[in-house]
């Protein structure tokens, strides 16, 4: 059986939120195609299988500034989705904050929703977390190859060292600005 979904499109929703990656519970809803109450229902009829480690709920100052970080091209995944926080439709604001689950949390997930594609779905994302661990540790081991050849080599070669280590060090993509503001105009 082929991938259900594509590791990327997993990818583009992980998010590092208070020091971990997680996964939203509208965009975990529309990945597993039910309802984000239908999920949330699901975990709250089971909450003794999600601690504090596994899930936790945004808090309203977390969701305006993650709101600020999705952008219009995840609208074009899934269209007919409510679950899009930047483009949601007239009255339709959300109610609730939406919760937040650790792989850990992803994992226990399918033994709360019992579907096929439950299955498939968790598969899908759990491979999406070890690939971005992997990634991680390749430029961790990367970064460690690199002093180890610096301190070998004398300081002629420490510009070429310091350029490597740029490229090599992961960097947080600048927040997109949206709408009109005074100013440097990057």
């Known amino acids: 059986m082929g991938q259900i979904i594509p590791v990327e499109q997993i990818e583009k929703r ?38 504090e480690d596994f899930m936790f709920q945004l808090t309203w100052e977390e969701y305006s500034l993650l709101k600020s970080q999705i952008v219009v ?5 899934y269209t007919s989705s409510r679950s899009q926080i930047v483009i949601l439709k ?26 096929e594609r439950a299955v498939q779905v968790n598969i899908a994302i759990m491979r999406a977390f070890v690939k971005l661990r992997e990634m991680l540790a390749g430029n961790r081991e990367l970064a460690r190859k690199l002093e180890a050849l610096e301190k070998k080599y004398d300081a002629q070669f420490k510009v070429v060292f310091d350029a490597l280590r740029r490229l ?3 960097s947080s993509p600048s927040p997109r600005r949206i709408g009109f503001h005074r100013g440097n105009s990057n």
């Open 168 to 170: 090599t060090t992961p």
């Open 73 to 77: 091209s995840s609208a074009k995944l």
């Open 14 to 51: 992980i998010y590092l939120i208070r020091g971990q990656k997680v996964m939203l519970s509208m965009h975990l809803a529309e990945l597993y195609e039910v309802e984000p109450r239908v999920l949330v229902q699901a975990v709250k009829r089971n909450l003794s299988r999600f601690p």
């Open 90 to 115: 007239k009255g339709k604001n959300i109610k609730y904050l939406p919760y937040a689950f650790t792989e850990q949390g992803v994992a226990m997930l399918s033994s709360v929703l019992k579907s």
